[in-house]
């Protein structure tokens, strides 16, 4: 894969360095309209005449990418379901041109992108805005979805946190057993399905479960690079003298990317200081959980249709499943928790993740209750869920809550039968999303729970809107039917 930035050389540092854009994602993103070649030797020898005009440059010899849905505005006889059916095309977008001079990794189908600076296909964010899509009856562009991602994890081995050439050193939450399974379940031939996307499943699942992502039998985040960003390339070069005297700085905060979650107390020993950041160093609870879901659903579909190896994805989940009860639940808390690699002690974060052991059915019943009061005390909140109960001033922390987070949350209690506590995270949200919605017309990625009527707040960049999963989980939400857990009951785990 051509990787822009390297063929660009200096150019792409000075442009990251002009300060000109408030977004260096932008510079990332834009499209040559000229080879790499023929660009760089035009500022090579502009540059050698002396000082030279970097913004005019930019605009002759580069196009930024506009987001479609930027300047729609809200039909003011629009409710929130009206809104999101008229903004599905805007987000939805043809097949790319494979010649494109640009960072977008092509893709052969149609797709849908999450929004704002975000004009490209991310991991784990597809699975929530596949949700909605599916109860909007688009099927052809849920169907688009799975076969790109196949096909990326036929070409990569795995499917990028994003498509662009930067995201390939890493992935994102692995969610994609859950797009065939949904996919499956809306389908009149599940079974074909299944059979269809088996051998993608398979290949993803051995990339989760090997070196370095897999690390002593658990798995963690991970990336293969310890470089600057390149979609935060000015951001990261800030951390040069602070990453020289910490080796593998920048491979944790790419780590972190991979998790979905940057940036998060979670993943730092100082809540307060993202220097501290040391993703590689912990074995999530939810990555976990999810490759435990992961497992449970290839035993399912080989039970169907290749029963031959069935029986060695059962072995590997309930051998998850118990190191999950074992290893990630702490009776003091009464929670389930990040374990910390060196120490081999668990995190004291309190946070959202914990709530994936029950998503995934991994809890016994005791610890369930117990993991159901501690939620309440620690992250529920007036309009939702907290993602941790520590104000960091990180995105991924208090006050704000974010859609795939209340999903998992609301589907893993009614697993264990808390179906009103359930129904009280489901109704707080939807009441943000409302509120907000009637405040300025949009639906955001994140939301102030503890605020009525607030957006959320943090991150490295502005609060952006469109929004994918945000669209996707609200629909799911208000147009199911009985309040239903997404996996079924659970099976009674060993106390």
Known sequence: MDFLDQRLSNLFIDLQRSGLWEDEKAIADSVLLRSPAETYMAYTVRKSLGDMDLRAFYDEYFRPVRAREANYQTDPAHGPQ?????????????????????????????????????????????????????RAGRMSVVEDMLENFADAIERFGFVPNGFRTYYLSRSQPPFFWAMVRAAA????????????????????????????????????????????????????????????????????????????????????????????IRTTRIWPVDLNALLLCHETYLAEICTAVAPERAAL???????????????????????????????????????????????????????????????????????????????????WDAPNGWAPLQWIAIHGLRRYGYNAVAERIKSGWITACEDVFAETGKFVEKYNVLDDRAAGTGGEYELQDGFGWTNGVYLDLVLEGSAQSWLGEVALAAE
């Open 82 to 134: 009206e809104h999101i059916e008229a903004l599905w095309p805007l987000l939805v977008r043809d097949a790319d041109d494979p010649d494109l001079q640009s960072s977008r990794i092509a893709l052969n189908r149609p797709y849908v992108v999450v929004g704002g600076r975000f004009q490209e296909s991310y991991y784990w964010d597809t699975f929530f805005t596949l949700l909605g899509l599916i």
């Open 185 to 276: 379940k809306a389908s009149p031939d599940p079974k074909a399905v299944m059979a269809r996307y088996l051998p993608a499943l398979e290949k993803e699942y051995r990339f989760w479960t090997a070196s370095p992502r897999t690390y002593e039998g658990l798995a963690r985040y991970w990336d293969a690079m310890d470089t600057p960003r390149i979609e935060m390339f000015a951001t990261d070069l800030h951390w040069q003298a602070h990453a020289a005297k910490t080796p593998g700085l920048y491979r944790n905060l790419r780590a972190a990317c991979e998790s979905g979650w940057d940036f998060s107390s979670r993943w730092l020993a100082d809540p307060d200081d993202l220097g501290s």
């Open 313 to 395: 994805y059962r072995e590997t989940a309930d051998w998850r499943a118990q190191a999950l009860r074992e290893r990630f639940y702490n009776p003091e808390t009464g929670f389930f928790h990040d374990r910390l690699i060196d120490e081999d002690a668990l995190s004291p974060v309190v946070s959202a993740a914990g709530l994936f052991p029950l998503f995934a059915g991994a809890a016994t019943r005791t610890q369930a209750a117990r993991c159901t009061e501690t939620m309440q005390t620690r992250l529920l909140a007036r309009y939702g869920l907290l993602s941790t109960d520590i104000t960091s001033g990180q995105q």
